[in-house]
């Protein structure tokens, strides 16, 4: 356990909550934590949870293709050996197989996936990978590792990434088969390609190889959005400020030009629910924003949104906006902030209580150049309109005082029924008889004289 416990009582039990030290998964931190539940003598009754989630694992088959043809120098093939050889070493905490293919116009399969899972040592595996020389059939070669090594008998895994790293000085010479032929069989595979490029003077064709680049850029909504706003009847007519905002971030080190795709509902049903008109940067500089066309409105839009109470682009008439950013440098992070007034009357036709307010964001990049996880690349933000109902409390109040007095007369004449007033007359009168008697009597006769 670390600093930050909590306590809980409850009866004769106690509950002891605290975090445990943080753990990384992957590129992130984090923190867990244990509670106890501890009876009356301070012994363990429970743990909650019995045991901590463990990090998603991530099974990797990573295909090595090596360009081992005459126009690589002795002195670059051997440092080749030794890249392959570290990248080997980064992963070997990881569910990560590795198979490595040489070739130049023959081709020679080093190891396999199979072959790797026996024997994990990148320098021995390494140690007789000798050039092979010649051409430069790197269509080719792509091909076979497609179709030859990707595969249950070489040791390949369905459930497995599937990523091809080639390392070549990127001039393809004599090849019988082009680019256009073999990628999209990778593509269709579902083998996520990089390429390596080795520096050497013959690097003048390096660009025929289509590669995608891996990228990390990620999309946040912030907590300074408008979370809520209500309005009454009266206040129908009205309408108040809304702000959503977003934030945009390159996580890697390589610069990528994106852009970033806003909408959010303007009017339903020809009525105006939003007046926000454009998206405004923090660096004007660095973003261009322009307008597009937007969707229109649902017709059916009350049945759709009693199951679903969300005004977003589905029902309503959306305004789209598109943010081109040339180049989104590493750790630069980009906000946007999309500000207008909310209206009221709107809401009437959705024949709702409370309505969220629904804006999304996406961010499109160049598919045929980079990849990366879709799961960071769209967010929404999402305000809460309330219609409030604005009582007259006088009626209860008048109700009230009516209703006290009437209580008041029916106690006050069931107490006269029963003879409580006479009896209390009746005794008053008897307690004024009895004090002149008392004034008139003899003194006691101890009683000093006067």
Not at 25 to 31: F, Q, T
Not at 174 to 186: F, K, M, T, W
Not at 187 to 193: N, V
Not at 333 to 352: A, D, R, Y
Request: aromatic share 8%; net charge positive.
């Amino acid at each position: 356990m670390s600093l930050g416990l909590s306590l809980a009582a409850h009866g004769s039990s106690l509950l002891v909550c605290g975090p445990t030290v943080h753990r990384a998964c992957g590129e992130n931190m984090y923190v867990n934590g244990y509670c106890f539940l501890l009876d009356q003598s301070l012994q363990q009754v429970r743990r909650i949870p019995d045991t901590l989630a463990e990090c998603p694992s991530r099974v990797t088959d990573i295909a090595l293709l090596m360009d081992g043809s005459g126009s690589i120098v002795p002195e670059d093939f051997g440092k080749m050996k030794t890249f392959l050889a570290e990248i080997m070493k980064r992963f070997r905490s990881t569910d990560t197989q590795f198979a490595l293919v040489q070739y130049s116009h023959r081709f020679r399969e080093h190891f396999n996936f199979f072959q790797y899972r026996k024997r994990r040592d990148p320098d021995r595996l390494l140690r007789s990978v000798t050039q092979l020389t010649g051409a430069t059939y790197t269509a080719t070669a792509i091909q076979k590792v497609v179709q030859e090594l990707f595969t249950s008998w070489k040791g390949a895994r369905d459930e497995a990434t599937k990523i091809l790293i080639v390392i070549t000085d990127g001039e393809k010479s004599g090849d019988p088969l082009s680019y256009s032929h073999v990628i999209p069989e990778a593509e269709s595979a579902g083998i996520i390609r990089y390429a390596i490029g080795v520096i050497t003077e013959r690097m003048i064709h390096r660009a025929e190889l289509p590669v995608k680049y891996g990228i990390f850029v990620i999309l946040n909504s912030l907590e300074e959005s408008t979370k809520y706003v209500n309005f009454s009847v009266e206040d129908a007519g009205t309408s108040v400020p809304v702000t959503h905002r977003y934030e945009v971030k390159n996580l890697r080190q390589r610069s990528v030009p994106i852009s970033v795709t806003f909408q959010f509902p303007v009017e339903l049903s020809g009525v105006r629910v939003w007046d926000a008109s454009e998206v405004v940067p923090s660096k004007p500089q660095l973003a261009q924003c322009t307008s597009e066309v937007g969707t229109t409105s649902s017709k059916d839009f009350v049945k759709q949104m009693s199951e679903h109470p969300l005004l977003d682009c589905s029902v309503a008439t959306c305004k789209k906006i598109r943010c081109r950013i040339a180049s989104l440098e590493m750790q630069q992070p980009l906000e946007f902030m999309i500000k207008g007034n909310v209206s009221f009357q709107w809401v009437s036709q959705t024949q709702q209580q409370k309505v969220s307010l629904v804006s999304e964001a996406r961010i499109e990049y160049e598919e045929k150049k980079y990849t990366q996880k879709e799961g960071f690349v769209q967010r929404q933000v999402q305000t809460l309109v309330e219609r409030s109902e604005v009582y007259n409390y006088l009626p209860i109040i008048v109700g009230s005082s009516v209703g006290g007095l009437v209580l008041l007369a029916l106690i006050t004449a069931a107490l006269y029924k029963f003879g409580f007033f006479k009896r209390q007359y009746k005794q008053r009168m008897e307690g004024d008889g009895a004090e002149p008697a008392q004034s008139g009597a003899s003194p006691p006769p101890n009683a000093p004289k006067q």
